[in-house]
């Protein structure tokens, strides 16, 4: 069985400000997919940025980062220079091997992030 | 252009009365999937088809089927909604790494 912990349901940021969403996992597979969706309040879930568990740097895509520390089981999301766009649920997630490369994930609770002008 | 297209966006339909959600998709995509999302939670994932193979999480009631007549469509059926069952129902495709979903349709159980 997978689980993954979000203990922030909610944040607040500055606007142009960085901001850290915590996400720890736990997992007995030894290959798995870490993954981070925001689901903005129309309810479309939108994928930002996805590390393989085997992938030695962290993935970055923009102004996301995944901070993946394997040996603590965390997977942090970090948003660089928020804006009010960003606004929205952000959503942690596991991957465990489904039909050839697809997965099916297993979601955190989620957090909610604010940004402030 | 939507990828993931899910219809209606918002369902109302009454305690016991069969209702019917419908998802499309334009990426041809072998996998979907059918997640349900309450108030406030996380998306839980009801069942997933690669190509025809359809796979039921243990835990998904036997109200809830599906139907996937083609790799365009899939349908996720309720038989006898509960109130319970009032959520968001998510669609969604799979290519490699990355869930392409649709905007969901909102199911209220009155």
């Known amino acids: 069985a997978q689980k993954i912990t979000q203990t922030q349901p909610g944040m607040f940021v500055q606007e142009k400000e960085a901001v850290t969403l915590d996400c720890t996992y736990d997992?007995?597979?030894?290959?798995?997919?870490l993954f981070w969706y925001k689901q903005p309040s129309s309810g479309e879930m939108i994928f930002l940025i996805y590390?393989?568990?085997?992938?030695?740097q962290n993935a970055t895509e923009g102004r996301y980062s995944l901070n993946f520390q394997k040996a603590r089981k965390s997977a942090n999301l970090v948003i660089s220079a928020s804006q009010l766009g960003d606004s929205a649920m952000y959503f942690c997630?596991?991957?465990?091997?489904?039909?050839?490369?697809?997965?099916?994930?297993?979601f955190g609770k989620g957090t909610l992030l604010t940004v402030n002008p | 252009d939507a990828m993931v297209i899910q219809n209606p966006r918002y369902q109302v339909t009454q305690f016991g009365k069969p209702v019917t959600l419908s998802c499309s998709q334009t990426l041809n995509h072998n996998v979907m999937y059918w997640y349900q999302q309450k108030s406030s939670q996380a998306p839980k994932l009801l069942f997933h088809y690669y190509d025809k193979d359809f796979n039921n999480e243990a835990d998904t009631p036997d109200n809830f089927q599906s139907r996937r007549p083609n790799t365009s469509f899939c349908f996720l059926d309720i038989r006898s909604p509960g109130l319970g069952d009032t959520a968001m129902y998510l669609c969604a495709t799979a290519s490699w790494e990355k869930l392409f979903f649709g905007s969901g349709t909102q199911l209220s159980v009155l």
């Open positions: 997992t007995s597979d030894q290959s798995y997919g």
């Open positions: 590390q393989g568990s085997y992938d030695e």
């Open positions: 997630a596991i991957g465990e091997p489904g039909g050839g490369s697809n997965y099916k994930l297993t």
